[in-house]
Structure formats: structure tokens, C-alpha cells
């Protein structure tokens, strides 16, 4: 089983940039996929980006290729995104994931609890 706990959320302008970490804790972490979601208000959790075991494939949302970017250690046990550019559609609660990839879909099986991404226009 495991644990995740994001931080790194806040409040920011448009075009500034903000950097998402999730904690993970348990023995299992370098076995599953990692990924990032968000929710907008009154908008269904939307799948952000999604890094293999290993660090060695990574998949992004059309909307945020080229401005984020997902990363892992797992000697740290840490998920990161790194978000550049940021719009204020981008404003949303952002979600951590571990899970696995299945049919090109992620599917998150453990889910943290989520931080707020506000971008001001």
C-alpha cells in the first residue's frame, strides 16, 4: 500500500511557475506508475501527466506539453511537477496518483489528497 502527500500548491500569476511534490510512503513505491490529475470547479478530475516505474517514459495532457513536466526519485520516494507558464485555466485542485498504465489509460489505485493551484489572470 501507499501513501501520498502533495505540497506545493498556492497562488500565482499568469505565466509564473510553481513546483508540485508528492510524498509517497510504503515499501512499494518503485513499482507502480506515478501521474498527476486535477480537478477544476464543476469540471470531472482530468488526467495531467504520468511517469513509468523508472522514470524512463513519461505522457502529458495535450494542454500542458511543453509547460510541465513530471519527474520521480525513487531512492526519495517523490513525484514532482514542475509547472511553467501556467494559465489560469490551469486553476484547479492537483492530485497525485500511483497506479499503473492500462490500454495507453492511467489509472490511479492510491491517491493523495490533493493541493490548490490558483492562477490569477
Known amino acids: 500500500q501507499v501513501q501520498l502527500v502533495e505540497s506545493g500548491g498556492g497562488l500565482v500569476q499568469a505565466g509564473g511557475s510553481l513546483r508540485l511534490s508528492c510524498a509517497a510512503s510504503?515499501?512499494?513505491?518503485?513499482?507502480?506508475?506515478m501521474g498527476w490529475f486535477r480537478q477544476a470547479p464543476g469540471k470531472e478530475r482530468e488526467f495531467v501527466a504520468a511517469?513509468?516505474?523508472?522514470?524512463?517514459?513519461?505522457s502529458y495532457v495535450d494542454s500542458v506539453k511543453g509547460r510541465f513536466t513530471i519527474s520521480r526519485d525513487n531512492t526519495k520516494k517523490t513525484v514532482w511537477l514542475q509547472m511553467n507558464s501556467l494559465k489560469p485555466e490551469d486553476t484547479a485542485v492537483y492530485y497525485c496518483?500511483?497506479?499503473?498504465?492500462?490500454?495507453?489509460?492511467?489509472?490511479?489505485?492510491?491517491w493523495g489528497q490533493g493541493t490548490q493551484v490558483t492562477v490569477s489572470s
Open positions: 496518483a500511483a497506479g499503473r498504465k492500462t490500454f495507453g489509460t492511467f489509472i490511479g489505485d492510491y
Open positions: 510504503g515499501r512499494t513505491f518503485s513499482s507502480y506508475g
Open positions: 511517469i513509468s516505474t523508472i522514470g524512463g517514459s513519461t
